[in-house]
């Protein structure tokens, strides 16, 4: 029901509002323009009603994001549409603050009925930067593809917004004020989370590794991350002060991409590569579901670091001790992780690109630990990816296996053979061109195999779709991969979280049982050869990638 003191707005109604990847994303002048939050809410709330929930009038919705540019103005819009809508509890990170994990473990345990999420996650943050929408949904998660197809479908059509009228709330203080029927409460974005984490890991435990000498970099990039990590690393395990650098969340993350790789967090991977190098450094993006972990002198491949976290979860991560249910890994992601699970009998899973679809094999217990190669690894405690789950996760095996990172990293190898891999991005292309090549790419895929390629034979080319053995959806065009006969891939895919033009996205993986060879050279025939297949200089116009990670 719609509360009775609320306005009906008449609205006009954009033709840009799909969410993507994970959420909408768009330039933040475009969020800017009359109306384009406002749209968006309410065709998330008129979907909702689509889906069975009539009456937000016994409902709680969480709200919060990670503090770029407009985060705290976009609040407010929202509040007042939200309590329009007749939610009857509407909870505020205090600042307008919730790390995306953090969102996910709210909605959780206070089982709300979703939340929305204020980012652009790793993208940079300003007024000429991005800014971005999603919804999770009650499971905690991303709202699937169904979902946000149907809000697209509602943005295409809306016409009217309910809105509350009310003074803007003080956000930054925790307390709670009614406004029509609804109730807004400003909470503490680091309980909840902190909560989830305590009964994951042994922080005693895990403080002995400081005592004992070890150090940690934390690299926030000016995300949200800084509060959650100087509140758990610093204050509860103990880690000295200033392990968190670039603690401060800023609105535009210090003018850089918030993206933990080793391109945009390069001065972390400088310190690591000093001769005074602390023992492990670690980074996470804007809005805190991506990792990096590094090594003196080591970069852990997040394909790697997925696998190495499922070999020693059980036995060092109290959370695990009872073993894991399922694996699975997004496909673009090395096979690091299915030669884990096929050693212990574990079900591994792949899956299309995006967290969303971890979340049914969670829910249906069947997935404990998942990850993705762009820097994300997580597991059932919640249902988004999450930075600084892993770097926890990191530290327990560190300090209960006593060894270092560069010693787990390397027995990783020898046990279980190496994934070599890279990603390899070309941003802003021309749109039209990326397409074409792709659906010219995908319409050759049947007439590849037997075809040599890099010194193999193609054993397999397809554009990869996913059923959801959960509830049987199918996704489509989920990537194109070319397999060879000794396992190596090559896949191509353009981005669903870009703002401007196209993003192609080459994933090359080889396989060997030594660790310790050049990754170029190991890649090199890989990436010449498919450069052809992608038309990248004749058709992208493209002589190297933009990022490399
Ligand atoms: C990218 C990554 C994907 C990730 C998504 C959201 O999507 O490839 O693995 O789930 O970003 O991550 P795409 O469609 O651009 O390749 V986050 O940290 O930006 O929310
Ligand atoms: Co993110």
Request: net charge negative; proline share 10%.
């Given at each position: 029901m719609i509360h009775a003191a609320s306005r009906t707005i008449d609205t006009k109604p954009y033709s840009d509002q799909r969410p993507g990847t994970s959420g909408l994303r768009k330039k933040t002048r475009i969020f800017l323009q009359p109306n384009y939050i406002e749209n968006f809410v309410q065709s998330v709330f008129d979907t909702l009603r689509e889906t069975g929930?009539?009456?937000?009038?016994?409902e709680m919705l969480v709200l919060g994001g990670?503090?770029?540019?407009y985060n705290r103005a976009a609040i407010q819009i929202i509040l007042k549409i939200a309590a329009g809508n007749g939610f009857e509890q509407i909870l505020v990170g205090r600042g307008g603050l919730v790390s995306t994990p953090a969102m996910s473990a709210i909605i959780r345990r206070r089982s709300a009925l979703g939340g929305i999420l204020l980012t652009a996650s790793h993208n940079p943050g300003g007024i000429e930067a991005d800014f971005g929408i999603k919804y999770n949904i009650q499971n905690g998660g991303p709202a699937p593809e169904s979902f946000t197809e149907r809000i697209f479908a509602k943005s295409r059509e809306i016409n009217r917004f309910y809105s509350l009228d009310f003074p803007?709330?003080?956000?930054?203080?925790?307390g709670s004020v009614s406004v029509g029927g609804s109730q807004i409460s400003v909470i503490n974005p680091l309980e909840d989370y902190i909560s989830v984490m305590s009964r994951i890991f042994d922080f005693n435990n895990m403080s002995e590794l400081f005592q004992r000498g070890f150090r940690l970099v934390f690299d926030?990039?000016?995300?949200?991350t800084g509060i959650y990590a100087r509140e758990i690393?610093?204050?509860?395990?103990?880690?000295?002060?200033?392990?968190?650098?670039?603690?401060n969340a800023l609105v535009d993350f210090?003018?850089?991409?918030?993206?933990?790789n080793q391109v945009h967090a390069a001065n972390l991977v400088r310190m690591m590569s000093s001769?005074?190098?602390?023992d492990m450094g670690a980074a996470c993006d804007g809005d805190g579901d991506r990792n990096m972990i590094l090594g003196r002198n080591l970069f852990v491949s997040p394909g790697d670091s997925l696998a190495i976290i499922a070999q020693h979860a059980s036995e060092c991560i109290p959370g695990y001790g009872a073993g894991l249910a399922g694996v699975a890994r997004s496909?673009?992601?090395?096979?690091a992780i299915d030669r884990v699970a096929a050693e212990s009998g574990t079900p591994c899973y792949e899956t299309p690109?995006?967290?969303?679809?971890f979340g049914n094999l969670m829910d249906d217990g069947r997935c404990t630990i998942c990850g993705e190669e762009s820097f994300g690894t997580g597991s059932d405690h919640i249902r988004e990816k999450d930075g600084v789950w892993a770097v926890l996760s990191w530290l327990a095996i560190l300090a209960a296996r006593r060894r270092s990172i560069e010693e787990l990293v390397k027995g990783h190898w020898q046990a279980y053979g190496r994934s070599y891999f890279q990603r390899h991005d070309y941003e802003g292309l021309e749109s039209r061109a990326a397409n074409e090549v792709i659906d010219e790419l995908r319409a050759k895929l049947s007439s590849l195999p037997g075809s040599v390629l890099a010194g193999g034979k193609i054993i397999a080319a397809d554009d990869f779709q996913y059923t959801d053995?959960?509830?049987g959806s199918v996704s489509s065009q989920q990537g194109i991969r070319i397999i060879l006969n000794d396992g190596s891939r090559i896949i191509g895919r353009l981005s669903?979280?870009?703002?401007v033009g196209a993003t192609l996205r080459m994933y090359y993986e080889r396989v060997l049982?030594?660790?310790?060879?050049?990754i170029q050279k190991m890649l090199k025939p890989l990436i010449e050869s498919s450069c052809e297949y992608f038309q990248i200089r004749s058709r992208l116009n493209r002589e190297q990638p933009t990022v490399i990670t």
């Open positions: 929930i009539q009456d937000f009038s016994r990670d503090g770029r540019f803007d709330i003080d956000i930054d203080r925790e926030a990039m000016h995300g949200i690393i610093e204050k509860k395990l103990g880690a000295s002060p200033g392990t968190v650098i670039r603690g210090g003018g850089l991409h918030p993206d933990p001769s005074s190098a602390p496909m673009p992601t090395s096979t690109t995006g967290w969303k679809f053995p959960v509830d669903g979280t870009g703002t049982n030594r660790g310790d060879e050049p």
